[in-house]
């Protein structure tokens, strides 16, 4: 029973420590390895509009944000995609123009693909997209009664980056582009105008990559 616990341990570490065997050869059992990580993201950018206490239509900047985010998926075809998702833990509310305003994106799937595959003490370009849902609402302090609207949408929006591997270590820096940030809202019951949530977001992000199908070979 000692010696079966030792090689399942072994075994275990083994696919811990040589996270990149797809490098020596391109398998089947070597497609694929799996990552677990974090990032923070920030946004940068965006207006929205608001009713004054004397009825008139003003217009803020909204302001930078952040987002810690949990991390899950993998790297697929021997180093050359991944693919995650992004689960945030925590939305930040702002303040504007007595505006309580929160604008955040929720849990996004990413798409990466890199040119040239992830290799060890190798920096690596990647460009990508993904599938994120937006959401935005302001509660007007102006007045008695606010009006609060909630808004949501999904977007594709594009991505673009740069990742340092060391060993079973991730280090990402990238950029994401929200093109289709211009959506209607309604700032009042009877005044819908167009704002623009932020359309820049930037993250950096730790992944550990680990192996878990090298054992079937």
Not at 82 to 87: E, G, M
Not at 176 to 198: G, M
Request: with cysteine.
């Amino acid at each position: 029973m000692k010696r079966i616990l030792l090689i399942i341990l072994i075994s275990i570490f083994s696919q811990v420590v040589f996270s990149q065997v797809y490098i020596e050869k391109q398998s089947r059992h070597r497609f694929a390895q799996m990552t677990l990580g974090l990032d923070l993201q920030s946004s940068f950018g965006g207006n929205t509009k608001f009713v004054d206490p004397y009825g008139n239509i003003q217009s803020t900047i909204l302001p930078s944000t952040y987002s810690p985010r949990f991390l899950i998926g993998s790297t697929h075809f021997w180093g050359h995609a991944d693919f995650h998702i992004a689960i945030p833990m925590y939305f930040q509310n702002t303040n504007r123009g007595n505006q309580e305003i929160l604008s955040f994106k929720g849990v996004e799937t990413i798409f990466k693909y890199y040119p040239y595959r992830i290799e060890n003490n190798k920096i690596r370009p990647y460009i990508g997209l993904s599938v994120a849902p937006f959401y935005h609402s302001q509660t007007n302090n102006n007045f008695e009664y606010p009006y609060g609207h909630g808004l949501n949408h999904t977007s594709i929006p594009l991505l673009a980056g740069m990742t340092f591997n060391s060993k079973q270590h991730l280090f990402e820096l990238g950029v994401c582009w929200n093109y289709q940030n211009k959506q209607d809202y309604y700032i009042s019951t009877d005044n819908v105008t167009q704002i623009e949530t932020a359309p820049i977001f930037a993250t950096f992000s730790y992944k550990f990559m680990f192996e878990t199908t090298i054992a079937l070979e």
